[in-house]
């Protein structure tokens, strides 16, 4: 997810719950534009925000593995192909 997109087109607070989840427990509002204004801090364009993933991503014991916050996103995944 952009996060200047996200907060550019998202209504506040409205538009901000139930999308957050740190540490399994669901942002407010207010804590989730903290949680933003921090990643922005850090330099971080997009976030691993994905409903299958979750943020951090699930797929990884190390977090979203070659995750580029810099504007690339997700590298995607390898699945298993089913026969």
């Not at 998202?10 to 804590?31: H, I, M, N, Q, T």
């Not at 916050?69 to 997700?74: T, V």
Request: charged share 25%.
């Amino acid at each position: 997810m952009n996060i200047d997109g996200f907060i550019r087109n998202a209504r506040y607070p409205k538009g901000y719950k139930g999308l957050f989840v740190e540490d399994g427990k669901e942002l407010s509002a207010p804590e989730a534009r903290t949680f933003l204004a921090l990643e922005k801090a850090k330099g971080r364009v997009v976030i691993p925000c994905s409903s299958e993933c979750g943020n951090p991503c699930q797929h990884s014991d190390n977090g979203c593995a070659g995750f580029d916050y810099a504007g690339g996103g997700c590298p995607g995944r390898y699945t298993k192909e089913t026969e």
